[in-house]
């Protein structure tokens, strides 16, 4: 049974770098058969998808995010990063590591969420 | 990018009801559309994908519709633990968008 787990700061600084993790059980990050995506959830709102990651190297970002995202792998650890740059108010929100079993576009398993604020 | 719509935005029912929710895209997605439930605190869970089919282990009462860019997705007869918050998803194109979602309460 695959579990997510996210951690980071819970508080970041406008303009500064959100840095996010996600540690997976039950599955190797290099796998084949696991799509990864990072998805965000603001405060009462709705469900926006940032990017996914697979085969430990192919990414593709949301393109209003892009120019300030980057998802990795790290296979030693065998957890998923999320890192979000230049961040403002607007990047308040739940971040949730999730993951497709070899589906790419449906997200089956995810992380229980982690509260990011933005404020100085 | 693909824009989606939800309606309604919320709904009462009560128990045994039958209840519809609609999802619309802005462009044809063929059947490329998955549905969620998501409840107070918790993460979103997969409930419906390619439009109509049910995820394993999700209840026969879920049931999803539609092809292009209408979509629907109904509980045929409404449980207490079915409040939440109801989104659907596209993926007929990147970046993957979701419906600003439907909030269900029970009466």
């Known amino acids: 049974q695959v579990q997510l787990q996210e951690s980071g700061p819970g508080l970041v600084k406008p303009s500064e770098t959100l840095s996010l993790t996600c540690s997976v059980s039950g599955a190797s990050v290099s796998s084949d058969s696991y799509y990864w995506s990072w998805i965000r959830q603001p405060p009462g709102k709705g469900l926006e998808w940032i990017g996914f990651i697979y085969n430990s190297g192919r990414r593709n970002y949301n393109p209003s995010l892009k120019s300030r995202v980057t998802i990795s792998v790290d296979t030693s650890k065998n957890h998923i990063s999320l890192r979000l740059s230049s961040v403002t108010a607007a990047d308040t929100a739940v971040y949730y590591c999730?993951?497709?079993?070899?589906?790419?576009?449906?997200?089956?398993?995810w992380g229980q969420g982690s509260m990011v604020l933005v404020s100085s | 990018d693909i824009q989606m719509t939800q309606s309604p935005s919320s709904l009462s029912a009560s128990v045994g009801d039958r209840i519809t929710i609609t999802c619309q895209a802005s462009q044809d997605i063929s059947n490329d559309l998955n549905w969620y439930q998501q409840k107070p605190g918790q993460a979103p869970k997969l409930l419906i994908y390619?439009?109509?089919n049910l995820e394993t282990g999700v209840p026969s009462r879920f049931r999803g519709s539609g092809s292009g860019t209408d979509f629907t997705f109904t509980i045929s007869s409404l449980r207490p633990e079915d409040f939440g918050t109801y989104f659907c998803?596209?993926?007929?194109?990147?970046?993957?968008?979701f419906g600003p979602g439907t909030k269900v309460d029970i009466k």
């Open positions: 390619g439009a109509s």
């Open positions: 998803q596209q993926y007929g194109d990147l970046p993957f968008t």
């Open positions: 999730s993951a497709g079993y070899y589906r790419l576009h449906a997200f089956d398993i």
